[in-house]
Nanobody, 115 residues
Framework: QVQLVESGGGLVQPGGSLRFSCRAS????????MSWYRQAPGKERELVAS????????NYADSVKDRFTISRDNARNTVYLQMNSLKPEHTAVYYC????????WGQGTQVTVTS
């Protein structure tokens, strides 16, 4: 059974930081591209960041470059997203996705950035 279990969301003040984790099981994590997406209220889901299977290739949305860092630990079947200098416009539901022969999605975790 494929599972992507996200954790780390919550309420944070502008300028704060959060770190997401997404632990995967039920498929070969090591050979999948792992990504974080977000969906803000009233908007379409969009790619935030992705990382290749061997962690040497990362890609970021322009809006989060220099603020967010994606990383992975293949030994722990886990992908991370470190988010720094958060702004209210970063408020969204964040989803973990595994991409390979099939795509798998996590359940989403809410981030609210507000003072």
């Amino acid at each position: 059974q494929v599972q992507l279990v996200e954790s780390g969301g919550g309420l944070v003040q502008p300028g704060g930081s959060l770190r997401f984790s997404c632990r995967a099981s039920g498929f070969p994590f090591w050979n999948h591209i792992m990504s974080w997406y977000r969906q803000a209220p009233g908007k379409e889901r969009e790619l935030v960041a992705s990382i290749g299977p061997l962690a040497g290739n990362t890609n970021y949305a322009d809006s989060v470059k220099d603020r967010f860092t994606i990383s992975r630990d293949n030994a722990r079947n886990t992908v991370y997203l470190q988010m720094n200098s958060l702004k209210p416009e970063h408020t969204a539901v964040y989803y973990c996705k595994a991409g390979g022969t099939a795509d798998y999605w996590g359940q989403g975790t809410q981030v609210t950035v507000t003072s």
